[in-house]
């Protein structure tokens, strides 16, 4: 995920800079900031659909089985 997100912020500054330079400062600062908010929601989106799939086939994570008290469940039922 901080892969992504990192690529988002990649993203948004490439885009703020090239609005910058075409359309102005306040458009290219625009840009940037609306390109960064979009990216990470997306990142953030394809995460939990990852996660969500996941957790319907039954893949639960160790830490979320201890934290329910079943420390000797492996995680693949």
Do not use: F, Y
């Given at each position: 995920m901080m892969k992504r997100l990192l690529i988002a912020l990649v993203v948004a500054v490439?885009?703020?800079a090239v609005?910058?330079?075409v359309w102005g400062q306040r458009v290219g600062a625009s840009?940037?900031?609306l390109a960064l908010v979009i990216g990470s929601v997306v990142a953030v989106?394809?995460?939990?659909q990852k996660?969500?799939?996941e957790m319907q086939q039954g893949h639960v994570?160790?830490?979320v089985d201890r934290?329910?008290?079943d420390a000797d469940?492996?995680?693949?039922s």
């Amino acid at each position: 995920m901080m892969k992504r997100l990192l690529i988002a912020l990649v993203v948004a500054v490439v885009c703020g800079a090239v609005a910058g330079a075409v359309w102005g400062q306040r458009v290219g600062a625009s840009a940037g900031i609306l390109a960064l908010v979009i990216g990470s929601v997306v990142a953030v989106l394809v995460r939990n659909q990852k996660d969500l799939h996941e957790m319907q086939q039954g893949h639960v994570p160790e830490p979320v089985d201890r934290a329910l008290g079943d420390a000797d469940h492996d995680g693949t039922s």
